[in-house]
Nanobody, 124 residues
Framework: QVQLVESGGGLVQAGGSLRLSCAAS????????MGWFRQAPGKEREFVAA????????NYADSVKGRFTISRDNAKNTVSLQMNSLKPEDTAVYYC?????????????????WGQGTRVTVSS
């Protein structure tokens, strides 16, 4: 099973940017579809973005389309989430996840491995 560690979270003002990274170990991520999810205080975890094994296909939640970009570097075994034009409603703990399948799913039960999360706080 692949181990995932997120980094890059922090406090940012509305309109600002952050770049989250997910470092994988144990297995190469080229065998996984990779995704980002988030959980805001008092809410259920929700899908943010996902990327296919080779990076040729992506999927985004409507709430982040045009603002967030998911990318991967299989050689470095990392996945990133560039977040621009951040809003207070983007405040959440962000989780990296890995899916051994082939489709770019937006449902968390499809994902087999999860990181511990990194907290993002956007102030107004």
């Amino acid at each position: 099973q692949v181990q995932l560690v997120e980094s890059g979270g922090g406090l940012v003002q509305a309109g600002g940017s952050l770049r989250l990274s997910c470092a994988a170990s144990g297995r190469t991520i080229s065998s996984y579809v990779m995704g980002w999810f988030r959980q805001a205080p008092g809410k259920e975890r929700e899908f943010v973005a996902a990327i296919s094994r080779a990076g040729g296909s992506t999927n985004y939640a409507d709430s982040v389309k045009g603002r967030f970009t998911i990318s991967r570097d299989n050689a470095k075994n990392t996945v990133s989430l560039q977040m621009n034009s951040l809003k207070p409603e983007d405040t959440a703990v962000y989780y990296c996840a890995a899916d051994r399948g082939y489709l770019v799913h937006d449902t968390e039960y499809e994902y087999d491995s999860w990181g511990q999360g990194t907290r993002v706080t956007v102030s107004s």
